[in-house]
């Protein structure tokens, strides 16, 4: 069984860089070695900060031979009169490499067959890798010595193995060898001679090579120092993806602070421990513990130099805070509300004071439209800014919104007032949760409305590279906020409000109106793919002003959902789409005359579909009197000749489709939909 062995040993990597370039060196493997016919069973990728690695598995000794059959000239050009091979016939075999006897006739032309033997892979590979290398790609990528190759860290030794035999090349004045490195603080030089002994010889050099195994190793003994102890860890993912990647051998040390940094606020001090300095806070009974977790990347038995560093980088962290904490403390959050007209909100938008006021209005209205407690919601709003300008949130500003609620509570308002406050910047992300409060969700999404209208009113282009003031996450935070509490919100009313009291002079506000709608849609799209087809959300949107009734439009989408899942929808379709095609081009009415009907099958269309009162039918009864229009429509079309000769006749034929077409467009424009 023959195995490759990859490894790239650098300087300190970007831990952000180590998965984007182990996927990478995965992709960009799988497909060269396809593309050179090299069969291989699998590929695994290994990373440390140190190191990239590749082992690829069950690799083939070379590449398959292969047989081509290639077309020569045309036969009475391959041969003169007298049978023999013409200088066209001969000169192709010359060119191919093959004796011209070898040339046979099939089909009136002239061929040969030419036996390509395959390359051996060691060959291969020296030609293969280092241009892999080299399609890296990443941010912060740079120059070293007098290399003219960009490289996210300087590159400090290869190995590079085809089971015991080294596959030399050079890349970046480095020759691959067998010879790699062991961990920094044991600095030795190891000999791999084969790429089965690679995990376990640099595992004996304190170097745990395979990132999954050391995320394991990281939770297994950071919860057994904390049990050591009585307390709970607290692991969160992202923090453990990053410990994963900045260290070789994780050792986990258990620190502490004096007790009198608990009385800031948890989130603080968790965010200094957690955010800032990488540590894992400890808990006990649910209480926030005075010790923490730090992850070391050493090798040895002397931790109190690493003890005594870490508690004395937290505790100036901390220091920083309860000096920040006692300083905005001197006086109640609403004091802060002035000072917010000396912060930008954005070039030619005003400040952060005039935002908090379109905010209070925008909330205001949503307020009174839900017949939410106003006074609570309007607080809310007026101080949900507040503490962008306190000295703590200066200093971490991503505590915004947690310290406003501590402070809130501080300075005697409610507990709704204080959540509403914190929750008016959810969701966080795609995958966080929304607002729970109603003070929250209202807030937020008028303070999301202001800024996505603001930024188009604007002028500005929201595209992958570019999203002013993160317009897409508030976008789908405004829809999920919306969809996930039921909320009855018109959105498009929200928007006009918006647009009439935002500070910009806008020449055109009903193309900005629209171009928003355009990009909520697209939002609301991608928000519901997982959920419903993308033809479904295309025909439940074209037909209506989905922004105004979202409630509404979620119950179209699971009514036309079971209709196009039920298993008599082949003809529901070709009955709707045919009406559709007919009248597409054609000037139509719904003001059918029934004097003018000369076929029974008209006659039954028309009875059936005049019953039909749209505006007065519940979606599940108007799916049901659709559904049963079914074969009416059938007949009609087998039995009708609707371009009929007599111009009256005709038209009202076209009449009586377009009203039938109004009918299912109560529903979706069935047009969308593929069948």
């Known amino acids: 069984m023959n195995k490759y062995l990859l490894e790239i040993g650098t300087e300190e990597l970007a831990y952000k860089f180590i998965p984007s370039a182990m996927e990478q060196l995965k992709t960009?493997?799988?497909?060269?070695?396809?593309?050179?016919?090299?069969?291989?069973?699998?590929?695994?990728?290994?990373?440390?900060?140190?190191?990239?690695?590749?082992?690829?598995?069950?690799?083939?000794?070379?590449?398959a031979d292969i047989i081509k059959t290639l077309k020569g000239p045309i036969e009475n050009i391959a041969y003169d009169e007298n049978g023999e091979l013409t200088k066209a016939a001969i000169g192709f075999a010359n060119k191919n490499g093959i004796s011209p006897e070898n040339l046979y006739k099939e089909n009136n032309y002239v061929w040969a067959k030419i036996e390509q033997k395959g390359k051996y892979t060691k060959d291969l590979l020296k030609d293969i890798v280092p241009e892999i290398i080299l399609k890296l790609k990443g941010t912060h990528f740079m120059r070293w010595a007098d290399l003219d190759i960009k490289f996210q860290r300087p590159i400090r030794w290869i190995v590079s193995l085809l089971n015991n035999?080294?596959?030399?090349?050079?890349?970046?004045?480095?020759?691959?060898?067998?010879?790699?490195?062991?961990?920094?603080?044991?600095?030795?030089?190891?000999?791999?001679?084969?790429?089965?002994?690679?995990?376990?010889?640099?595992?004996?050099?304190?170097?745990?090579?395979?990132?999954?195994?050391?995320?394991?190793?990281?939770?297994?003994?950071s919860k057994a120092?904390?049990?050591?102890?009585?307390?709970?860890?607290?692991?969160d993912d992202d923090l453990l993806d990053?410990?994963?990647?900045?260290?070789?051998?994780?050792?986990?040390?258990?620190?502490?602070?004096?007790?009198?940094?608990?009385?800031?606020?948890?989130?603080?001090?968790?965010?200094?421990?957690?955010?800032?300095?990488?540590?894992f806070p400890l808990y006990k009974d649910g209480k926030l513990l005075n010790k923490f977790i730090t992850v070391s990347n050493y090798v040895g038995d002397y931790f109190d130099n690493i003890k005594a560093g870490n508690e004395r980088v937290v505790k100036a962290r901390l220091e920083d805070a309860i000096f920040f904490v006692h300083e905005d403390t001197q006086k109640p959050?609403?004091?802060?509300?002035?000072?917010?007209?000396?912060?930008?909100?954005?070039?030619?938008?005003?400040?952060?004071?005039?935002k908090t006021k379109r905010i209070c209005t925008l909330s205001k209205n949503i307020a009174k439209e839900i017949h939410a407690p106003l006074d609570s919601v309007e607080r809310t709003a007026l101080l949900c800014k507040a503490d962008l300008v306190t000295k703590l949130v200066f200093e971490f500003t991503e505590l915004q919104g947690y310290i406003g609620a501590d402070y809130a509570l501080r300075s005697g308002e409610t507990k709704e007032v204080a959540k509403g406050i914190m929750e008016h910047y959810y969701p966080l992300n795609a995958e966080s949760e929304t607002a729970q409060s109603l003070e929250g969700q209202i807030v937020g999404i008028a303070d999301k409305i202001d800024t996505i209208v603001t930024v188009f009113a604007d002028g500005k282009k929201i595209s992958g590279s570019q999203d002013p003031l993160g317009v897409r996450r508030a976008t789908l935070g405004v829809l999920k906020t919306i969809l996930e509490n039921n909320m009855e919100i018109n959105v498009s009313k929200l928007i006009n409000n918006a647009i009439e009291i935002i500070p910009v002079k806008i020449d055109d506000k009903t193309k900005l109106f629209n171009n928003i709608k355009e990009f909520f849609e697209q939002r609301l799209i991608i928000?519901?793919?997982?959920?419903?087809?993308?033809?479904?959300?295309?025909?439940?949107?074209?037909?209506?002003?989905?922004?105004?009734?979202?409630?509404?439009?979620?119950?179209?989408?699971?009514?036309?959902?079971?209709?196009?899942?039920?298993?008599?929808?082949?003809?529901?379709?070709?009955g709707i789409n045919r009406i559709l095609r007919l009248i597409k081009n054609e000037n139509c009415s719904p003001e059918v005359n029934p004097d003018l009907f000369n076929t029974a099958a008209e006659k039954s269309l028309w009875i059936t579909v005049k019953n039909i009162d749209e505006r007065q039918l519940s979606y599940p009864q108007l799916e049901e009197k659709l559904t049963n229009l079914t074969p009416f429509i059938s007949e009609f079309f087998d039995k009708v000749l609707v371009m009929d000769k007599n111009e009256k006749i005709k038209q009202n034929r076209i009449n009586l489709l377009y009203l039938i077409k109004t009918k299912f467009a109560k529903l979706a424009d069935f047009s969308k939909i593929v069948y």
């Open 242 to 279: 990053e410990i994963t990647f900045i260290t070789e051998w994780p050792i986990p040390v258990v620190c502490s602070f004096e007790e009198k940094y608990l009385e800031i606020p948890e989130k603080v001090t968790v965010t200094v421990m957690a955010v800032h300095q990488r540590y």
């Open 28 to 63: 960009e493997f799988t497909k060269a070695l396809n593309e050179n016919g090299i069969n291989f069973k699998d590929i695994n990728i290994y990373a440390t900060p140190r190191r990239l690695s590749v082992i690829v598995n069950d690799i083939s000794e070379k590449q």
């Open 527 to 574: 928000l519901l793919s997982d959920t419903y087809k993308h033809n479904v959300l295309e025909a439940c949107i074209s037909e209506n002003d989905v922004l105004s009734d979202l409630k509404d439009f979620i119950t179209r989408l699971n009514i036309i959902t079971d209709i196009v899942n039920n298993k008599e929808y082949g003809k529901f379709h070709e």
């Open 333 to 354: 959050l609403i004091s802060y509300l002035d000072d917010l007209k000396g912060v930008t909100f954005q070039k030619g938008c005003g400040s952060i004071y005039d």
């Open 225 to 235: 120092k904390a049990k050591e102890i009585d307390a709970d860890i607290v692991i």
């Open 165 to 221: 035999d080294i596959v030399e090349f050079e890349f970046a004045d480095i020759k691959a060898t067998n010879i790699t490195r062991g961990h920094r603080f044991a600095e030795t030089e190891i000999i791999i001679n084969s790429p089965d002994e690679y995990l376990t010889k640099l595992e004996a050099a304190k170097v745990i090579a395979d990132p999954k195994k050391r995320k394991e190793t990281i939770v297994m003994l």
